[in-house]
């Protein structure tokens, strides 16, 4: 009885301390996984750079410092040259709206010509166009004042999670393996098993990476053609960047096309603009819901539509990491569930 009542003990102070650890690291856990996902990813690079830099600390360093430079450099870029374009499209607008009187004054001018087209099919009579407009400027002056304000926040908060995940990157380069053994003597698996359920987890992650590369390459592609066809400034650049944006949920590449169709309407481009809307929401975003299940399930070895669900439930969860946990979660499932089956007794024949 003494027995029984000290493991239920030590079980009840496990739990305990499960729970407090896990609201301890709860804020970085998209960070840690994070980490997680680059070190599975760059691991063949870690073990080449291995080979020529025997001392574990050196080399982890050297990985580290080489993940940050392949994974931070793109990442600046793409914040960059975001904000030259909103900075450019304020600046347009500016310009335009003082030769008009006004903000308000340039917008009702530029809406009166579609205003007019639209009221040929549609009564317009009843609708207030300069005191809906008044009320979306107000909406929006208080959106982006809530905005800018809540952006020295998240700033912190990202760079934070930065030196959380790069940390903790130098810690899994050097002690993957210790980390692994570690993790697996907690679950009372054999070794086929063990090799089963890791092997899962890193081909869904790897997969999951190759479906991020393939939906930016051709997000970015149909992106950079439309914006050349339309007459844009620096197609390429901004393929480049719609290829960088794919990677964020949600909004995507909806940050380059976006800014791009306001700037064709304030330019009066109006035909242009509708064209390059309709390219991006029905073509553009779509490729993401369509290529990157593909792509993950062939690798992952589950079905298209598993994964399609996966992908969004784990967004909806979890947000970016959202892309690489949902899958894995699918993953993990699937095998823990084929190896339940196999732990079933064969039916005995009857005589």
Sequence with gaps: MRQQANAWFLIALAALAIYLSYLVAQPFLNAIFAAFVLVVVFHPLHSWIHTFVRG????????TIVVILIVAIPAVLLGILISKELSDLYG????????QGGVDSYLLHLLERPARMLGKYVDLSQLNIRSTLLRWLDDASRYLVGMSGRAVGNLLS????????????????RDRESIRQRILALFPLTSEQSATLMSRISGTIVASVYGG???????????GVALWVLGVSSPVMWGLVAALASLIPVVGTGLVWGPAVAVLAIGGHWVKAFILLGWGGAVVAQIDAVLRPYIVSGRAKMHNLLIFFAL????KAFGFMGIFIGPVIAAVTIVLLDMLKELKPAPTSAN
């Design 312 to 315: 969004l439930g784990g967004v």
């Design 158 to 173: 990202l760079m934070l999670n930065m030196v959380v995940v790069f940390f903790t990157l130098f810690f899994l380069f």
């Design 56 to 63: 574990p600390n050196t080399a982890a360093t050297i990985s």
């Design 92 to 99: 347009s607008l500016s310009e335009k709206s003082a030769a």
């Design 213 to 223: 590369i393939a939906v930016g390459s051709a997000q970015g592609l149909l992106t």
